[in-house]
């Protein structure tokens, strides 16, 4: 199962090494396979070049190239995503060290299922606070969950734009 990751970012290089540095955990699982795909907005900060520089490690595609914004940016990224689900980890957001176990847990999910789990906001000063996730009929509301611990079903990309 491949999972998409899809970073969208404009001149945040450290936000992009960040984030960068927060899937080196689940690259070292040998049973999960993912994409990271970033869409930068044409950043002058060096972005570009850090991102040409990787390689393609962890199967990296990004383009690097102006948008209408942070919208116009994540669906530039639902076209690229090839995965069975798909998350938005954006430029500074990093991974949990337990992120692993929840992505092994998606194998064993129908692939038109939106799942959602907690996300720990870290505000850089000590200070932290768990964000748990509603119910999935909050959707009607708001998210249920933070972007960043929302796994949204690959298939349905092909029907959905922000």
């Known amino acids: 199962m491949l999972l998409s990751i899809i970073t969208v970012a404009f001149r945040n ?34 972005t570009r070049e850090y991102l040409e520089n990787l390689n393609g490690i962890y199967n990296l595609r990004f383009i690097s190239e102006p948008d209408n ?30 992120a692993a176990n929840f992505v092994r847990k998606l194998k064993m999910q ?15 000063d000590g200070h932290k606070i768990k964000r748990s996730a509603k119910p999935g009929w909050y959707i009607y509301h708001s998210l249920p969950a933070s972007h960043q611990a929302i796994f949204f079903p690959g298939i349905r990309f092909e029907k959905m734009a922000l």
């Open 13 to 46: 290089l450290e936000g992009i090494v960040k984030t960068h540095a927060s899937l080196a955990h689940l690259a070292q699982a040998d049973d999960i396979s993912f994409e990271w795909i970033v869409v930068d907005g044409g950043s002058n900060d060096g």
């Open 69 to 98: 914004g942070i919208y116009d940016a994540m669906n530039k990224g639902i076209a690229m995503a090839q995965g069975k689900f798909a998350l938005f980890l954006n430029s500074g957001d990093i991974f949990h060290q337990d």
């Open 110 to 124: 129908k692939d038109n299922v939106m799942i959602t789990g907690d996300a720990l906001l870290d505000f850089g």
